[in-house]
């Protein structure tokens, strides 16, 4: 959009002054002031909501991997109690493993219960930052569409300026045909 802006300012500026050269200036500025809306809005959301949904996602990663890690411990513990139950003969070796076993599930099952309840925690200041993103973002929006009547309403005054008499008629036939009228 600031590029949009710069091009068209850099145009209106080449031209020989007419309406049309001061509409492109202005349409110009307009829209360099709509892009620095847009890097406000941009640099907001990046620093609140981006930065708390990354750290969400990267909870979420956690417990996916400790959920895998708990059910190949459980998978462990399941086979290593078979195992020693259809045993002949109780070997210390087998209820040690077998103990083991089960020690490193209960240690995986805490450890992703806890995780559980982190990710619980945070949705307060994650419910926080999605309401200042949408409110940012409408912000964004509702000062860009007050720029943009801004310029329709400077529109609208060029072309009832005395030296635009002889282009009004066209300007408002092109605006007409394009669903737009100016007040």
Not at 66 to 85: G, I, M, S, V
Not at 167 to 183: E, L, Y
């Amino acid at each position: 959009m600031d590029m949009f802006g710069f091009v068209t300012l850099s145009v209106g500026n080449t031209l020989e002054a007419s309406t049309y050269s001061r509409a492109l200036v202005q349409f110009g500025e307009c829209h360099q002031e709509v892009a620095s809306f847009q890097r406000t809005f941009v640099n907001s959301v990046k620093d609140g909501f981006g930065e708390e949904i990354a750290k969400q996602m990267q909870s979420v990663h956690d417990y996916k991997k400790l959920k895998t890690k708990l059910e190949n411990r459980r998978l462990d513990y399941d086979a290593k109690l078979n195992k020693a139950q259809k045993a002949k003969a109780q070997t210390p070796s087998l209820e040690e493993d077998v103990r083991v076993a089960q020690t490193k599930y209960e240690e995986t099952l805490q450890d992703i219960s806890a995780t559980m309840i982190a990710l619980n925690a945070n949705e307060e200041d994650q419910l926080t930052e999605l309401c200042r993103f949408v409110d940012a973002e409408v912000e964004f929006f509702e000062r860009g569409l007050e720029r943009l009547k801004a310029l329709q309403r400077e529109f609208a005054a060029d072309s009832r300026s005395p030296e635009s008499e002889a282009n009004q008629s066209i300007v408002s036939i092109r605006c007409r045909r394009a669903g737009r009228t100016f007040k």
